[in-house]
């Protein structure tokens, strides 16, 4: 019975482990490839220690796409982007959870019914009205339609009504706080672990962002890093170090964020979900 | 005077009647600006056919017809519903799998092994569409590592798997996750009541933790429905798709490839939204399906 136990373990180890392998080696690829030329990246036998040729890559890129001002571009969009969801959700999921006023429940269910409706089925329209309010290729054409989404509220109102208590927010009022005041001083210091963490989520959602940002933003210097990769892709001969750089670059600021801030981005992954 | 009634306004405009609609109207006219006028606007869109920026004729269902005539748009459907099937079948059960494993009690490291699944996720579609573009040609890395000479890239037959690989690689973290605070939620003394009445291992599974995941596996179903449906970076990424067929035979194009191609290379826009609200009602008549099927087995 005990050696049967043991020799289970093993086998659960075994499996959990060759996962873990399948799923990080292909990022072990895109590192060493990022340091490799076109010709080490399909030399066979394969290298799998990383090349020479980071210079040479690194130049191409700065050919392919004006790199520093395309990341510039992504940390500007998705920064403001995350503070306005941020701000906007939490602002009307304190109405939602807390206040009773009419046309609530209306405008509730109106929110809820528009987020079965595709992105998709609407991009055409949100495209014309940009170019005639004059907005085509700008910061503002990416941040505007990503500042309301639909769930964010849902899930503020739930965490609200979760985390804050109503004796808290009748005790603000007691001492003659303004309702605005509640807000700013009773819910959303209670609510700062909820913001973090929602907050990382939206961050890496706004920043890998490929569809709205190809269809909207037309010129090298306003692009997201996402789509200037993408814009490399063609029919000629592809720069494949320099694509993998690229991709290893724009990579970085979420790594970077997730590694100090990995508590909230787990917690973020699971706020309102199902235990 | 005038100053007493300066601050009866502010009162009234902060007091507990007026507040939530001052808290709750920067989000919604944003919203009805840029999400649920251009829902109305698309609407108008798919009935007419659009000439120039400024000129629109009315066509009736003209466009709607089209979708069902044109052999690429309905590849690109077929297409999308082999998607959201291999989507649900091949991340839930993957997904379950591992995290069943990862949360069975001898296991140590939980945490670090979860994170090490999840990375992926944090990859942007067009990075790793890139990269196992890369990892896929027929002279590349992975048919060296399997000893093979397969047309990953320039067959029908493997253009869809490879986009799910790829789609699967960055979301069975995410899966994995989810499922873990899910089981995480499921009180011990149910398994220890269970063992007390002599059930196995696979018995606990199948009586205790699958339906104790009842919630959590329809939420998956339903994402990982609209997720295949509404594929886009993916195949657009892996195979190139600026200006040139979507895999061989389009065999990978999808819907919203469709769209896109439509509206911005062919500058068709009425027919753009069409395709736009099928898709849209295929989704809602599927997940709404599944929602239904569910509570009715319980």
Redesign the interface.
């Known amino acids: 019975m005990k050696i049967k136990?043991t020799s289970s373990?093993i086998v659960?180890?075994l499996?959990?482990i060759i996962?873990?392998i399948i799923?990080?080696f292909?990022?072990y690829?895109?590192i060493i490839?990022s340091f490799q030329s076109t010709s080490e990246?399909?030399s066979?036998?394969?290298k799998l220690i990383p090349g020479s040729n980071f210079i040479e890559n690194f130049s191409m890129l700065r050919i392919k796409m004006d790199v520093y001002r395309t990341i510039l571009n992504s940390v500007f969009i998705t920064t403001i982007t995350v503070i306005g969801q941020l701000?906007?959700?939490s602002?009307?999921g304190?109405?939602?959870a807390k206040?009773t006023?009419k046309g609530?429940r209306i405008?509730f269910a109106l929110?809820i019914a528009?987020m079965?409706?595709?992105f998709?089925?609407?991009?055409?329209?949100?495209?014309?009205?940009m170019?005639?309010l004059n907005l085509g290729n700008t910061y503002a054409s990416v941040i505007?339609?990503g500042?309301?989404p639909?769930f964010g509220?849902f899930l503020m109102r739930q965490s609200i009504k979760q985390i804050v208590h109503n004796d808290l927010i009748d005790a603000g009022?007691l001492d003659g706080a303004?309702?605005?005041g509640i807000?700013f001083r009773i819910v959303l210091p209670v609510l700062k672990p909820t913001l973090a963490a929602l907050g990382m989520i939206f961050a890496?959602g706004t920043?890998?962002n490929?569809?709205w940002p190809l269809?909207i933003l037309t010129t090298r210097e306003m692009l997201t890093v996402?789509?200037a990769?993408?814009n490399i892709?063609?029919?000629y001969e592809m720069p494949?170090g320099a694509?993998?750089l690229?991709?290893?670059i724009?990579?970085l600021p979420?790594?970077v964020l997730?590694l100090f801030l990995?508590k909230y981005f787990?917690r973020g992954?699971?706020v309102g979900?199902?235990? | 005077m005038f100053t007493l009634k300066a601050t009866n306004i502010r009162?009234y405009l902060?007091?507990?009647?007026i507040?939530?609609?001052?808290?709750?109207s920067?989000?919604?006219i944003?919203?009805a600006?840029?999400?649920?006028?251009?829902?109305v606007?698309?609407i108008w869109?798919s009935f007419h056919r659009v000439v120039g920026?400024y000129k629109a004729d009315f066509v009736g269902f003209y466009n709607f017809t089209e979708v069902f005539l044109r052999e690429d748009v309905i590849k690109a459907f077929y297409n999308s519903i082999w998607y959201a099937v291999v989507n649900i079948i091949g991340q839930i059960t993957i997904a379950l799998l591992?995290a069943v494993?990862?949360n069975?009690k001898?296991?140590k490291l939980k945490g670090l092994?979860?994170?090490?699944?999840?990375?992926?996720?944090?990859?942007?579609?067009?990075?790793?569409g890139?990269?196992?573009s890369?990892?896929f040609?027929t002279?590349?890395?992975l048919n060296?590592?399997l000893n093979t000479n397969i047309t990953w890239l320039h067959s029908t037959f493997w253009s869809k798997p490879v986009v799910m690989i790829v789609v699967g690689?960055r979301w069975?973290?995410?899966w994995i996750?989810?499922f873990s605070?899910?089981l995480?939620?499921i009180p011990d003394f149910f398994y220890e009541a269970a063992s007390i009445d002599g059930a196995n291992s696979f018995q606990k599974f199948w009586y205790i933790t699958l339906p104790s995941l009842r919630?959590?596996m329809l939420?998956a179903v339903v994402i990982n429905t609209?997720g295949g449906?509404?594929l886009?970076?993916e195949p657009?990424?892996v195979f190139?798709a600026?200006?040139?067929p979507v895999g061989p035979l389009n065999s990978a194009l999808t819907?919203?490839i469709a769209?896109?191609k439509a509206?911005?290379e062919n500058f068709e826009?009425g027919f753009?939204?069409a395709i736009?609200?099928v898709?849209?009602i295929i989704?809602?008549l599927a997940?709404g399906v599944q929602i239904n099927l569910w509570k009715k087995e319980r």
């Open positions: 136990s373990n659960i180890y499996i959990i996962g873990v799923f990080l292909p990022l690829l895109l490839w990246i399909f066979f036998p394969p701000f906007f959700a602002l009307a304190f109405a939602f206040y006023f609530k405008l929110l528009t079965t409706i595709p998709q089925a609407t991009v055409i329209p949100l495209y014309i009205i170019q005639k505007l339609p500042l309301t639909a509220v009022r303004t309702e605005f807000y890496l920043w890998n490929f569809f269809i996402t789509v990769l993408a892709l063609g029919v494949y694509l993998m690229g991709s290893f724009s990579l979420i790594l997730f990995q787990i992954l699971t979900s199902f235990r | 009162q902060t007091g507990p009647k507040a939530p609609y001052v808290f709750i920067p989000f919604y944003l919203w600006i840029f999400g649920v006028f251009p829902i606007y698309s869109l920026i591992v494993l990862i069975s001898c296991v092994f979860r994170i090490s699944y999840y990375i992926p996720n944090m990859v942007s579609t067009v990075a790793a890139i990269l196992f890369i990892l040609q002279n590349g890395l060296m590592a690689w069975i973290g995410y996750i989810i605070a899910a995480q939620g919630h959590v939420f609209i449906f509404q886009f970076g657009y990424i190139t600026k200006q040139s819907p919203v769209i896109y509206a911005f826009l753009a939204a736009g609200w898709l849209a989704t809602i997940t």
